[in-house]
C-alpha cells in the first residue's frame, strides 16, 4: 500500500507538479487548494504527511498543521512546509506549529520527494516508493 500524502496550497500549478511528481515516485497523492479543505482531508484521510503552504485564503498554512495535530494527537500527519516565506520568523513559527520540515520556494521536485522520505523514515511511517 502506497504511502498517503496530503498536498495544499492554493497555487494549482504547485499542486499539479507535486501531485505529478509525488505519484511517479509511488506515492499516494490527495490535494487541497485551500486551509480549510486541507484541514478537512487531514482529519478525514489521515495522511502520513502533508505538504503545506503557509500563505492560503482562509486558514493559512500555520493554522492548518496546528489544528491537524491538536485535533489527532499522535496520528496527526507529519508536516512539511513548502512556501515563498523564508524569514526567521515565518520558519520559527513553521516549527511551533508542528513543521517536521520546511522548504522554500522555488524548489527542487526531486529535493521535496527526498525530504518526505527522510522524513517519514525518522517517523517510522515510511511504506516505501519507486525511486
Known amino acids: 500500500m502506497a504511502t498517503r500524502i496530503l498536498a495544499v496550497d492554493d497555487e494549482p500549478d504547485i499542486l499539479r507538479l507535486i501531485e505529478i511528481k509525488l505519484a511517479k515516485a509511488g506515492f499516494e497523492v490527495l490535494i487541497a487548494s485551500d486551509g480549510e479543505e486541507g484541514l478537512r482531508l487531514a482529519l478525514t484521510e489521515k495522511p502520513a504527511l502533508m505538504i503545506v503552504d503557509v500563505m492560503m485564503p482562509g486558514l493559512d498554512g500555520y493554522q492548518v498543521v496546528a489544528q491537524a495535530k491538536e485535533r489527532l494527537g499522535d496520528e496527526a500527519p507529519l508536516a512539511i ?23 522554500m520556494k522555488p524548489f ?11 522524513t517519514l523514515m525518522k517517523a517510522g511511517r515510511f511504506a516505501g516508493h519507486e525511486q
Open 81 to 103: 512546509f513548502l512556501t515563498a516565506k523564508g524569514q526567521e520568523s515565518d520558519v520559527v513559527q513553521a516549527f511551533a506549529s508542528g513543521a517536521d520540515d520546511y522548504l
Open 108 to 118: 527542487s521536485p526531486q529535493e521535496l520527494v527526498e525530504r518526505i522520505t527522510i
